[in-house]
């Protein structure tokens, strides 16, 4: 009795064998490492050598190492582990599809819009990159604090720009322009964070409390003394 009508083509155009799924996921692995080698070694050297200077020269260079080796391990593993995520969910819901073994295990999905290493539904993407930011950001530390507060200034912008391509009001009136409503954020970001350092200066990151302190609580010029947040 012939059954290959019950089976999935063994090669649908398009579909994404197994090994391409791999090949995704150690391309994921491996950019991640070299991206963040490329983007953390010349902001270490600039911020080490320019704020470490209690520290030797040995000290810098493995302070530098050290900052580098981990912002590249965890871009690669956070990319590493998305994919693979992106992958067994795409197993799992083909598995629930179908009903049945893994394609002759040969096969990630028969659909023709599966492309390797990108999800297959919209909230493929989400799972996997919770999934992810749990298990690789979720430790703190300088590094991983630092890329969060990024990530959160350009999620709350990319928000407000999808909001306004969705027509969702306030942020679809016409009115309401980049070049009318930056002056006016800039003029509540700045406004908040001096009230912060000058009225509760113990709620700002140290870094930022720092920096903020040398700009603004040295003494006026011919006075060896400095002020600091800390003394109010």
């Known amino acids: 009795m012939d059954n290959s009508n019950d089976i999935p083509p063994n090669n649908p155009v398009g579909a994404a064998t ?3 799924e791999v090949a995704a996921i150690l391309s994921g692995l491996i950019g991640g490492g070299r991206y963040g080698l490329k983007i953390r070694v010349p902001h270490a050297i600039v911020m080490t050598f320019l704020f470490g200077s ?5 000290k810098k260079l493995k302070a530098v190492a050290k900052l580098a080796a981990e912002h590249a391990s965890n871009l690669a593993a956070f990319a590493c582990l998305y994919k693979l995520m992106l992958a067994t969910l795409k197993v799992l819901n083909q598995r629930i599809k179908f009903n049945g073994p893994f ?8 659909s ?3 492309v390797p290493g990108l999800p297959e539904k919209p909230y493929h993407s989400f799972l996997a990159g919770a999934v992810g930011g749990y298990i690789v950001w979720g430790r703190y530390s300088g590094v991983n604090y630092q890329l969060i507060l990024y990530l959160v200034s350009r999620i709350l912008v990319g928000c407000v720009k999808l909001a306004r391509k969705k027509n969702i009001p306030p942020f679809s009136w016409k009115g309401l322009t980049f070049t009318k409503t930056y002056p006016w954020a800039a ?7 001096m009230m912060l350092f000058e009225e509760y200066p113990d709620v700002l990151h140290p870094s930022l409390r720092r920096s903020m302190d040398e700009i ?5 010029f011919g006075s060896d003394k400095s002020l600091s947040s800390d003394t109010r």
């Open 54 to 58: 209690h520290l030797s020269f040995r």
């Open 103 to 110: 394609i002759e295990r040969r096969h990630i999905t028969s």
């Open 187 to 193: 003029a509540g970001v700045w406004g908040t964070v």
């Open 18 to 20: 197994l090994w391409d």
């Open 112 to 114: 023709t819009s599966s």
């Open 216 to 220: 603004y609580r040295f003494a006026s």
